[in-house]
C-alpha cells in the first residue's frame, strides 16, 4: 500500500489545502459567484466524494461532474442493440461487469441474462476472445466500450483474432474519445466552467497534446490528475496558480503516469485497428462529429454490425431522468426528482446510478444525506 499511502497523507493533504486557501483568497470568486471546476472523470467524482475532499476546499469552488464515465454516456438505444445480438440462437455477449446493470429498453443485460440470453461478464477483450476460441459452434460478441483507456486492449485482441484465424468473435463498437466531448461541451453556450481536471488514465494514452485546444481555443486552464485525494488537491492548487497568474495552459499533475506523447504503442494499435466515426450517440449530449470509433476496412469482418442485421432501436431515455444534464455539468445529481426514490442503486433508472464511476452512485453512497 505504500505507493498508495503517500497519496493519501493526511498531514501532506493539510499543507496543500491551506496553499489552495491561500491561493483562493486572491481570486475574485465567492460562494455566490463560485470557480467551477468540471472534473471530467467520474473516478475523480467518486474521489472527491468518498474522501470528502469538497468539504476541504473554500466554499466558493464548486465542482461540476463531466461525462468521463463511458458507461453514463452509452445510449439506451445503443445498448438495445447491443442486446438485440444476443437474441440469435448460439450467441454469447461479452461485455465488463459495469455494463451489466445499465437500464435498456427492456431491463439491462442481467435481466436478458435471467431470461435465457447468454451474457458473460469479462475483464478484459481477450477473455471474451477465449471464449470464442472454447465454443467455436456459438458467435462472441464482445461490447467494446470505453474511451481511448479500454481502445487498445480491443485493438490487441483484435489483432490477435486476426492472427489467429478465429472467425466466430466480434466487436460491437461503443469506443468514444474524450477530444471532441470535451469540443462538443465548450460550445454548448449554457455550461459554465471555468476549469478542467482532466482524466488520468485516458491520458496515460493519447498525452496531453489532444487537450491543447482547451486553452488555446477556449481559455480554459486545465490539468491532467490523477485518481488519489493528493493527487485531486494538487491539481486544484496547479489549477488555481493558473487563475492567479493569469495563464492558461494544460498542466500535468499526473506526472507519474502521464507523457506529453501518450503511449505511442498503445496509439500505434490503435491507429492500425481503429478509425473515427462521422459522428456518434452520446447520452445528454446528442450527436458529436468525429467522437465516435469504427474498425479500419482492414479488420471489418470483426464488426458486429456489419457482420449480423441489427434494426437500430429509437429508445429515448425514461421522461424526467436528468442523466443527460448530470453529465454536461447543468445540475447535480439531487437535482433529479428520481434520485434516492424511484432511481437507486438496487433500482436504477439510469446509467449515472449504476456505474461505478456514476456521478449519481456516488451522491448515494456518500452523500444522501445532502
Ligand atoms: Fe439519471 Fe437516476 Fe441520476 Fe436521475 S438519479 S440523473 S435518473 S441516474
Known amino acids: 500500500m505504500q505507493l498508495v499511502d503517500e497519496f493519501r497523507d493526511p498531514l501532506l ?208 486552464p486545465s490539468v491532467i490528475t490523477g485518481f488519489e485525494p493528493l493527487d485531486v488537491l494538487q491539481s486544484i492548487l496547479m489549477l488555481l496558480e493558473q487563475f492567479r497568474d493569469q495563464r492558461c495552459e494544460i498542466g500535468n499533475q499526473y506526472q507519474r503516469v502521464v507523457a506529453r506523447q501518450g503511449n505511442p504503442m498503445a496509439l500505434k494499435a490503435m491507429a492500425e485497428v481503429f478509425t473515427a466515426k462521422h459522428s456518434s450517440l452520446w447520452r445528454g449530449l446528442g450527436h458529436i462529429a468525429d467522437s465516435g470509433i469504427q474498425l479500419t476496412p482492414d479488420y471489418a469482418e470483426f464488426d458486429a454490425e456489419q457482420k449480423f442485421t441489427i434494426d437500430p432501436s429509437t429508445s429515448v431515455e425514461p421522461e424526467a431522468c436528468r442523466c443527460g444534464d448530470v453529465l454536461t455539468g447543468r445540475c447535480k445529481p439531487i437535482d433529479c426528482p428520481l434520485f434516492g426514490n424511484q432511481c437507486t442503486p438496487t433500482n436504477a433508472i439510469g446509467a449515472l446510478m449504476v456505474s461505478s464511476e456514476g456521478a449519481c452512485a456516488a451522491y448515494y453512497q456518500y452523500r444522501l444525506e445532502v
Open 13 to 220: 493533504a493539510k499543507k496543500v489545502v491551506d496553499h489552495i486557501n491561500a491561493v483562493f483568497a486572491e481570486l475574485p470568486y465567492s460562494r455566490e459567484r463560485p470557480l467551477q471546476i468540471m472534473e471530467v472523470c467520474g473516478g475523480h467524482t467518486h474521489t472527491i466524494f468518498k474522501f470528502g475532499l469538497d468539504q476541504l476546499l473554500p466554499d466558493g469552488i464548486e465542482f461540476v461532474h463531466g461525462p468521463g464515465c463511458p458507461v453514463c454516456v452509452l445510449p439506451m438505444s445503443r445498448l438495445d442493440d447491443f442486446m438485440t445480438l444476443g437474441e440469435a440462437e448460439k450467441t454469447i455477449l461479452c461485455t465488463f461487469g459495469d455494463a451489466m446493470r445499465v437500464p435498456g429498453t427492456n431491463g439491462s443485460l442481467l435481466d436478458a441474462n435471467a431470461r435465457g440470453y447468454q451474457v458473460r461478464i469479462v475483464y478484459s477483450p481477450l477473455d471474451a476472445l477465449t471464449i470464442a476460441k472454447e465454443n467455436p459452434d456459438h458467435e462472441i460478441i464482445f461490447f467494446g466500450l470505453g474511451f481511448e483507456t479500454t481502445m487498445p486492449s480491443t485493438a490487441m485482441t483484435l489483432k490477435q483474432a486476426k492472427q489467429q484465424g478465429v472467425t466466430n468473435f466480434s466487436l460491437f463498437c461503443q469506443h468514444i474519445t474524450i477530444a471532441p466531448t470535451l469540443k462538443a461541451l465548450l460550445e454548448q453556450a449554457d455550461i459554465r466552467i471555468d476549469g478542467f481536471l482532466l482524466p488520468g488514465h485516458v491520458s496515460m494514452i493519447v498525452g496531453s497534446e489532444p487537450y491543447q485546444f482547451i486553452a488555446r481555443d477556449f481559455q480554459k
